[in-house]
């Protein structure tokens, strides 16, 4: 980075901790409520002649860093707002923004004896006045134009202290004003301050205020209540100090291309973000930053080991070589101690010239520069990498730190795709902490419950956001892992002496298998889209739907005849059989990545595998019908009849008109396209509508009660006929057979005949 021209020594203003004495990062900021003392200060104008001929006029600045006013270097106003030199005794007026002078007269407790003159910012930037400081009396302060001035609050004129502030340092820079600090790290006011040498800034912060007073600067002094920046390890107020520091450059053209700003806003839209709203957060967290100031004064981290010329600050000539040397004592056993045992002399640097940096690097440094300290040391590892993954707070922190760092370095970005999860709380929506006494560890958990729920509570949250964590949570994680674990089962249980060369072709299976293959196979594309987008709560909604709506509430039940009844090798059980096998096959696979437990248990029970794990496999490929007597829109709209039917079923049965849907017989008036749906099916109706008996009739207003669909009336009756005790079915022709007293005709085909015909369910 230094051969590239990325890093550089500076004196700027960085947030600074008192406790820790030390500089500090951006991300190691916090902000936190906090009550300053907020005043208005006077600045005498001394060429008052330019303004109007009134005697004494004071520009105006509001503060609530009183303690600043010793580092000031300037008064700033901004070019496009409107001034008045507001006359508010016989021999003083106040220079104040147009727009604030009424509230600020009446926080003063003055009254306008009028406006004697108006000014644009930048007029009175022209005129080059000079101000007197309101503490130090041999200093003279020009009144400038900043751009960072509104006049939406305070007076209207920012007073400057350019080694106290980023919008601060900037003006300095920009009218070459000196970049004064005169506060040491402890916050102790340095002899170069001229006022309050040796008094601690907090402590000078009352008799600032006093002596203002005293000397008739002070226009007004409250409370103010406001979000102030504080160290995230003391949780104390921190203040913005200049230092010499060493900084990454992202303003500056570096080598090779543009500067580190825009390189990072460039490919920071060449990154998948999860959730998409984690770019504009970046963005505009990049787009604002100052330079990122990497070097700490602590006693303990990874050096910055560097020479600079005690003269000028200039990095020694042979850097890159120094950097090397260093490099290899310590990867070669010495640690980063090697840096401080080895002597001057040693790394071939005159010590009466050159200073030895004591700082270290920033912490967000190390763990920033990972794709290179990790990823690319590592054979088995890649860069850049597949996918970083951290909470929302990292935005501006290691996702950042690891952005410009690579930018820097290699020019491009560190990761292809970036993940924001949201963080745990409790029930209540608290935070969870040992002094609450509300922590949930995954052990416990999984003690309880198992990884695997464990695991599915966490999928099925949806991550974005804060996740809620506790015994009623769970118990829905469990519930859901029991309605696909039994889902499983049942197509395992099912599958019992099927082998795959037993397989129906599906182009000659049974309808309604082919449908339900279909189906899977939609809903395959959609979890696999899922996983793919980290979008993991939407694809257990998927598999939790399809386990208790797809199969649970439609085919598993309608098949169990075929199943418990059908011949053990005819075609209509082995056709069900065959979906069933491609079912768990894909379905094994979908839960994988979460229930893996569970998959892996049931992976070497599928016939036929060639792998020991469900891990090492692919997705399945799902056989799909080239064609069907029997659409998708058709199956669509049997679902409604379907589904309008166990409504009014749930009904009669509890009007105990019927004890069942095998107890019933029904007739269906269905109008236009659900009556073509259902004529498909012919005499196969009854088994998709699990009823002894079922008739299709043209719609009739007048006939059967209305249903949940407009588009259907129906009738339910008994059934008429005798159960029988192998299918359950009510039917005529039960008893009627000698050597089956107890069958119907169909059960006996099954038994001893050639077996029944199905076609579509």
Known sequence: MMKRGTVAAGSKPVNWCLDCRSALAEAEVEYEDKTSEAIDVGFRVIQGEKLTPVINIDAVIWTTTPWTLPANQAVAVGDH???????????????????????????????????????????????????????????????????????????GLVHIAPGHGGDDYIAGLKHGLPIDNPVGGNGVYLDSAQVFAGEHIYKANPQIIERLETLGALLNHVPFFHSYPHCWRHKTPIIFRATPQWFVRMSEPVEGGDNLKDQCLSDIKNVTWTPDWGQNRIEAMVKNRPDWCISRQRTWGVPIPVFTDIDTGELHPNTQQILETVAQKIETGGGVQAWYDLSDAELGVDSERYAKSSDILDVWFDSGVTHTAVLEQRDELSTPADLYLEGSDQHRGWFQTSLI???????????????????????????????????????????????????????????????????????????????????????????????????????????????????????????????????????????????????????????????YTGQTTGAPRLSAQTALHELITAMVRWIAPVLSFTAQEIWPLIADQTQAFVFTATWHELPTATSSTISEADWAQIMIAKSALNKAMDDKRAAKVVTGSLSAAVTLYAKDELFEALTKLGDELRFVLITSSATLMPFNADQGDASESDALRLNIAPAAGTKCARCWHVLPDVGTHAAHPELCGRCIINIEGSGEERHYA
């Open 81 to 155: 707002i409107d001034y008045a030199v507001v006359q508010v005794a016989d021999d003083r007026a106040l220079l104040l923004a147009r727009s604030r002078i009424d509230d600020c007269l009446s926080a003063y407790g003055l009254e306008s004896l009028g406006v004697l003159a108006e000014f644009t910012g930048s007029e009175l930037a022209a005129m080059q006045l000079t101000l007197q400081h309101p503490l130090i009396e041999s200093r003279q302060v020009p009144l400038i134009n900043a751009d960072h001035v509104i006049d939406e609050s305070g007076t």
């Open 405 to 563: 760092s690579s930018e820097a370095i290699h020019g491009r970005a560190p990761f292809k795709q970036v993940l924001t999860h949201g963080f745990v709380v409790d029930e209540a929506g608290h935070k969870m902490s040992k002094s609450k006494g509300n922590i949930i560890t995954p052990q416990e958990v999984i003690n309880k419950s198992g990884a695997d729920i464990l695991r599915l509570w966490i999928a099925s949250s949806d991550y974005r956001y804060e996740m809620a964590a506790g015994d009623k949570v769970f118990a829905g994680a469990a519930d859901a892992y029991r309605r696909i674990r039994n889902t499983l089962r049942f197509l395992l249980a099912n599958l019992n002496g099927f082998t795959p060369d037993q397989a129906v072709p599906v182009d000659q299976m049974v309808a309604l298998d082919a449908h339900i293959l279909n189906l899977a196979s939609q809903t395959q594309a959609k979890i696999i889209k899922a996983y793919d987008d980290m979008d993991f709560h939407a694809a257990m909604r998927l598999i939790t739907d399809f386990c208790s709506q797809e199969l649970g509430g439609f085919y598993l039940d309608i098949i169990k005849d075929r199943q």
